[in-house]
């Protein structure tokens, strides 16, 4: 498998609190992107980060990328309620992306 | 803003019989995907669609699937003979160019299909 294990498998926290997702995967890398799927919806892209980068912010949404190590990190600041929901790092191999096994992050109001 | 539209939202059908799962693409977008999620699993790649021919497909995807870009706005998934192991998530995917090494750009997911076999 071209991907490796997110960790956490699942995460609680109160809102306002930070929320910090870990990702690891096998190959070498162009980029690595972060989906976020709400129950029972489909994936919405959140960031993507270029091997080339070590760090990216997008609003509220913090993703390092360390290619020594294979791994991503997402970061959540200032969660909300609304945060809720399962986070997948996703990595490209030829046409398709491959996707980890997600965090379930579940925001505490 | 643009989305990728699927039907329906929740098939149920019997073991062996076929389905045909509807998507409608972002309308200029190239590339069309199908992936697919067990209950509690990751998603899996099944097959990617471009200039009107399969340009890749996982071992998921065998001579039970097929797919299928009927006119310039729709893309099918078909089963043919489903089995029990077929219930999952089925998500249509387009993107703008492919996604590869060279050409980076995201992926636009629907809102899935839910196929139930029983």
């Known amino acids: 498998s071209q991907q490796g294990e997110e960790d956490p498998q699942a995460l609680s926290i109160q809102e306002g609190e930070n929320a910090t997702m870990n990702c690891s995967y096998k190959?070498?890398?162009?980029?690595l992107q972060w989906y976020r799927q709400n129950s029972g919806r489909g994936l919405v892209h959140l960031i993507l980060?270029?091997?080339?980068?070590r760090e990216k912010h997008s609003g509220r949404l913090r993703v390092t990328l360390d290619t020594s190590k294979k791994s991503s990190s997402l970061l959540i600041t200032a969660s909300r309620a609304a945060d809720t929901a399962s986070y997948f790092c996703a990595t490209v191999q030829g046409g398709k992306l491959i996707f980890g096994q997600g965090t379930e992050l579940s925001v505490k109001p | 803003e643009p989305e990728v539209t699927q039907t329906p939202s929740h098939q149920v059908t019997q073991m062996g019989q076929e389905v045909i799962l509807h998507c409608v693409p972002i309308s200029n977008h190239l590339y069309f995907y199908w992936y697919r999620q067990i209950l509690g699993q990751k998603v899996e790649f099944l097959v990617s669609?471009?200039?009107?021919?399969?340009?890749?497909k996982s071992e998921i995807f065998d001579d039970q699937f097929s797919v299928e870009r009927p006119d310039g706005s729709n893309f099918t998934l078909k089963i043919r003979s489903t089995k029990l192991e077929d219930s999952a998530m089925y998500f249509c995917?387009?993107?703008?160019?492919?996604?590869?090494?060279?050409?980076?750009?995201?992926?636009?997911f629907g809102p899935g299909t839910r196929l139930t076999v029983t």
């Open positions: 669609f471009y200039n009107n021919e399969i340009s890749e």
């Open positions: 980060i270029r091997s080339n980068e």
């Open positions: 190959t070498s890398i162009n980029n």
């Open positions: 995917a387009s993107s703008a160019r492919r996604v590869s090494g060279r050409a980076i750009y995201e992926q636009y």
